[in-house]
């Protein structure tokens, strides 16, 4: 079973368009989040959601719009598509855990999402 | 504030040989630790974690040891493969908040 996964895994898509990306995660996770990765591999947070609501909205266009319709799920949507929004997008779930005196929060990702504008 | 620095890559190595990837954090309070793992085309995955001081995480021949006097958890394996060629992460959470480093990539050839 996939921990989380993300719908589709390549998008090609032409300037001006909007589209969607979708995750669900079942680790019964409340904290969701998107990250975009540039082609230097560095990962930056974008949105962050808990138990469906907004907690995390980093410097991002207005375009990204987040949607979460249960804790399970967090899709993203993008208006009027740009050059520069060809990246990886992934989508992560934490959850935190205990075992006896040991205790501590996790992120798990999804397997990404390759967008290319052209 | 919260920041992991790690050395920049590309780490080339040939097989076999002994790998050491630095990672120095910045945090208040205590911490966890991980490493993450980037295989080509593909997601982050979780490699190791450490949740206190003096803690090792290991996992796949891979280990780190969690220095907080140094504020290190560098990464280590004794004999890499071919195999190992990925981009690694190395992070923190601290107040239910996750911080990663840059990534190193590692080239190992035959």
């Known amino acids: 079973d996939t921990a989380v996964s993300q719908t589709p895994k390549y998008l090609v898509t032409q300037m001006g368009n909007d589209k969607s990306i979708k995750c669900e995660q079942n680790l019964g996770h409340d904290t969701m989040y998107w990250y975009k990765q540039d082609s230097k591999k560095f990962l930056k947070i974008m949105f962050s959601?808990?138990?469906?609501?907004?907690?995390i909205n980093e410097t991002v266009p207005n375009r990204f719009s987040p949607k979460s319709p249960d804790k399970a799920h967090l899709n993203l949507h993008i208006n009027s598509l740009e050059l520069g929004d060809s990246a990886v997008y992934f989508c992560?779930?934490?959850?935190?855990?205990?075992?006896?005196?040991?205790?501590?929060?996790?992120?798990?990702f999804g397997e990404g999402s390759w967008l290319t504008v052209v | 504030g919260n920041s992991v620095t790690q050395m920049e890559g590309p780490v080339t190595l040939s097989e076999e040989a002994f790998l050491t990837i630095n990672c120095t954090y910045t945090a208040t309070g205590y911490p966890s630790l991980f490493w993450y793992v980037q295989y080509p085309g593909e997601g982050l995955q979780l490699l190791l974690k450490a949740t206190k001081a003096d803690d090792k995480g290991s996992n796949k021949g891979f280990e780190a040891t969690y220095r907080k006097e140094t504020t290190s958890f560098h990464l280590e394996k004794g004999s890499v493969q071919v195999s190992d060629s990925a981009v690694y992460f190395c992070?923190?959470?601290?107040?239910?908040?996750?911080?990663f480093g840059s990534g190193t990539k590692l080239n190992v050839k035959p």
């Open positions: 992560a779930s934490s959850g935190y855990w205990t075992g006896g005196e040991i205790s501590g929060n996790t992120i798990y």
């Open positions: 959601y808990n138990n469906k609501e907004l907690i």
């Open positions: 992070a923190l959470s601290n107040f239910n908040k996750f911080y």
